[in-house]
T-cell receptor, first 113, second 109 residues
Framework: EPEVTQTPSHQVTQMGQEVILRCVPISNHLYFYWYRQILGQKVEFLVSFYNNEISEKSEIFDDQFSVERPDGSNFTLKIRSTKLEDSAMYFC???????????FGPGTRLTVL | KNEVEQSPQNLTAQEGEFITINCSYSVGISALHWLQQHPGGGIVSLFMLSSGKKKHGRLIATINIQEKHSSLHITASHPRDSAVYICAVYSNTGNQFYFGTGTSLTVIP
């Protein structure tokens, strides 16, 4: 069964460093998403991506965040200068259509020291 | 302000019991998702609803658009149903996803 994959599973970084989180969505899906979940808190929407551009983003997704689909398979989230409060689990998801069921990746746990 | 409210926050049930988890939302929506988050953190989509009712195995989800309310029912609950159940809505103004805080379900054998 096709699945969304994410790498790395755990990333530890120093405050101020740049990190890139990687996702491989399901191959025939057209919509891609990033979410984050701070430990003990609810899941929060960051951004949705369609047709090689951002379709929607939340207030959380400020200038330090960017997304890219560098090739036909990867979908990346870059955080330019990490802060302590960026420590969270980051989930990637994909769907065939915006109102379709989303398939989630296993998440990347980001720890900023 | 929470656009999505779930109740109860925590729920403990005996195996075999019928379980209901409720979700109320305050925004206009295009769709509502029920998600299951396992103790290890992984998230699985259970249902996507825009109207009416859907059934999958022992799970049933209903939505009342006029009342801005959805319910997730689990029949004949089993310990493997123990997880956090999350309601999320796709707002039709601003096209944002809003998540509830989740309902933590524990089913005791």
């Amino acid at each position: 069964e096709p699945e969304v994959t994410q790498t790395p599973s755990h990333q530890v970084t120093q405050m101020g460093q740049e990190v890139i989180l990687r996702c491989v969505p399901i191959s025939n899906h057209l919509y891609f998403y990033w979410y984050r979940q701070i430990l003990g808190q609810k899941v929060e929407f960051l951004v949705s991506f369609y047709n090689n551009e951002i379709s929607e983003k939340s207030e959380i997704f400020d200038d330090q965040f960017s997304v890219e689909r560098p090739d036909g398979s990867n979908f990346t989230l870059k955080i330019r200068s990490t802060k302590l409060e960026d420590s969270a689990m980051y989930f990637c998801a994909s769907s065939e259509d915006v109102l379709d069921e989303q398939f989630f990746g296993p998440g990347t746990r980001l720890t900023v020291l | 302000k929470n656009e999505v409210e779930q109740s109860p926050q925590n729920l403990t049930a005996q195996e075999g019991e019928f379980i209901t988890i409720n979700c109320s939302y305050s925004v206009g929506i295009s769709a509502l998702h029920w998600l299951q988050q396992h103790p290890g953190g992984g998230i699985v989509s259970l249902f996507m609803l825009s109207s009416g009712k859907k059934k999958h195995g022992r799970l049933i989800a209903t939505i009342n658009i006029q009342e801005k309310h959805s319910s997730l029912h689990i029949t004949a609950s089993h310990p493997r149903d123990s997880a956090v159940y999350i309601c999320a809505v796709y707002s039709n103004t601003g096209n944002q996803f809003y998540f509830g805080t989740g309902t933590s379900l524990t089913v005791i054998p």
